[in-house]
Antibody, heavy 122, light 108 residues
Framework: EVQLVESGGGLVKPGGSLRLSCAAS????????MSWVRQAPGKGLEWIGR??????????DLAAPVKGRFTVSRDDSNNTLFLQMNSLTTEDTALYFC?????????????WGRGTMVTVSS | SYELTQPPSVSVSPGQTASITCSGD??????ACWYQQKPGQSPVLVIH???KRPPGIPERFSGSNSGNTATLTISGTQAMDEADYYC???????????FGTGTKVTVL
């Protein structure tokens, strides 16, 4: 079964750090371009970062609001995606989804996890 | 930065057609896709590459994209189609995926 399972969310104080993980199964993770998308409570979807496959350079791209604070990495040997979040603010409070960007035939986010909640509060 | 604008809400009677627009500069030059999100659930891809339906998505969902507007059309809308819908495109100038503002579809 194709699946993405996020973990690592929780309550953190402003200025703190958190590392999210996403365990992938049911597809060839090493070939996939992976992204993180977040959704603040009652708000819309916001893309925050992606990492290409290593065969496509492994480049990381980040959205402007998180550049310099967040980074995306991957461990292909363990089929796991990571999101390292530093200097967190209350505006980072959201449900964080791990998602796969499908191949050139799809050109869209075709697999989504259920999300892990991050709450930034003092 | 690139922006995609959607109407906040659309209401439709059961069996009728719902059309949801997504507006952005020269959006027709990019591929648009659409996601459905029901309360408490993760988004689901319903249209990709402007017009294509993923496996398992009902034929009543269709898409188009031209000029500055992409449109998701739900024909013969059913109660189960009540959800939030988001368009999305890739902005190469900023190397960013961009989501639309979202539209709540209510089936009255």
């Amino acid at each position: 079964e194709v699946q993405l399972v996020e973990s690592g969310g929780g309550l953190v104080k402003p200025g703190g750090s958190l590392r999210l993980s996403c365990a992938a199964s049911g597809f060839t993770f090493s070939h996939a371009w992976m992204s993180w998308v977040r959704q603040a409570p009652g708000k819309g979807l916001e893309w925050i970062g992606r990492i290409k496959s290593k065969t496509d350079s492994g480049t990381v791209d980040l959205a402007a609001p998180v550049k310099g604070r967040f980074t995306v990495s991957r461990d292909d040997s363990n089929n796991t995606l990571f999101l390292q979040m530093n200097s967190l603010t209350t505006e980072d409070t959201a449900l964080y989804f791990c998602t796969r960007y499908g191949d050139s035939y799809v050109d869209a986010f075709d697999i989504w996890g259920r999300g892990t909640m991050v709450t930034v509060s003092s | 930065s690139y922006e995609l604008t959607q109407p906040p809400s659309v209401s439709v009677s059961p069996g009728q057609t719902a059309s949801i627009t997504c507006s952005g500069d020269n959006l027709g030059d990019k591929y648009a896709c659409w996601y459905q999100q029901k309360p408490g659930q993760s988004p689901v891809l319903v249209i990709h590459k402007d017009t294509k339906r993923p496996p398992g998505i009902p034929e009543r969902f269709s898409g188009s994209n031209s000029g500055n507007t992409a449109t998701l059309t739900i024909s013969g809308t059913q109660a189960m189609d009540e959800a939030d819908y988001y368009c999305q495109a890739w902005d190469s100038s900023t190397a960013s995926y961009v989501f639309g503002t979202g539209t709540k579809v209510t089936v009255l």
